[in-house]
T-cell receptor, first 113, second 111 residues
Framework: NAGVTQTPKFQVLKTGQSMTLQCAQDMNHNSMYWYRQDPGMGLRLIYYSASEGTTDKGEVPNGYNVSRLNKREFSLRLESAAPSQTSVYFC????????????FGQGTRLTVV | GDSVTQMEGPVTLSEEAFLTINCTYT??????LFWYVQYPGEGLQLLLKATKADDKGSNKGFEATYRKETTSFHLEKGSVQVSDSAVYFCASDTGRRALTFGSGTRLQVQP
């Protein structure tokens, strides 16, 4: 039972490079999310997708784009990486609504030098 | 906007000690409340939840009660173990967007 799968697990980028973080879930969930985790700041929402075909900005969307490719997949793209984007990125999914549990991937540790 | 405030860590306890991690929230409406746990090198996983006032969530010996009058959802465990060492996150969800997380509290339990 895979749950939420993120790739890659680790990545080092040079400033200005681009990359896409991949996320896929096999639970048939409607909603998917991208968070970043920084020391002392908890998890902050970057973008979310309430359903296939829709995406919305979260708390910290600047410098990122997303694509909800289909119901299973939700990718996060950094067009021109900056050192401030060094972080651990988590993808999550849920059925949606306030009472349901969110399931998280294992995270991508990104370093921008 | 919605926010969650939890006590800063790290919290260091000896095995079998009593644990409390404080959490308070502000939200428009009536959120559901959650505690998530993150073990080293892993993603977050749900520990417990409560969806309405006075509900008590419990799991693995941990408990938290949804207190609407004090807007709190404090996490407690009567006797911690070394294996409980992790980072604990309090979170709220009003259903309008996504989970709102606190900053996390690192718990270290010493043998």
């Amino acid at each position: 039972n895979a749950g939420v799968t993120q790739t890659p697990k680790f990545q080092v980028l040079k400033t200005g490079q681009s990359m896409t973080l991949q996320c896929a879930q096999d639970m048939n969930h409607n909603s998917m999310y991208w968070y970043r985790q920084d020391p002392g700041m908890g998890l902050r929402l970057i973008y979310y997708s309430a359903s296939e075909g829709t995406t919305d900005k979260g708390e910290v969307p600047n410098g990122y784009n997303v694509s909800r490719l289909n119901k299973r997949e939700f990718s996060l793209r950094l067009e021109s990486a900056a050192p401030s984007q060094t972080s651990v990125y988590f993808c999550a999914s849920s059925d949606g609504g306030s009472r349901t549990e969110a399931f998280f991937g294992q995270g991508t540790r990104l370093t921008v030098v | 906007g919605d926010s969650v405030t939890q006590m800063e860590g790290p919290v260091t306890l000896s095995e079998e000690a009593f644990l409390t991690i404080n959490c308070t929230y502000t939200a428009t409406g009536y959120p559901s409340l959650f505690w998530y746990v993150q073990y080293p090198g892993e993603g977050l996983q749900l520990l417990l939840k409560a969806t309405k006032a006075d509900d008590k969530g419990s799991n693995k010996g941990f408990e938290a009660t949804y207190r609407k009058e004090t807007t709190s959802f404090h996490l407690e465990k009567g006797s911690v173990q070394v294996s409980d060492s992790a980072v604990y996150f309090c979170a709220s969800d009003t259903g309008r967007r996504a989970l709102t997380f606190g900053s996390g509290t690192r718990l270290q339990v010493q043998p």
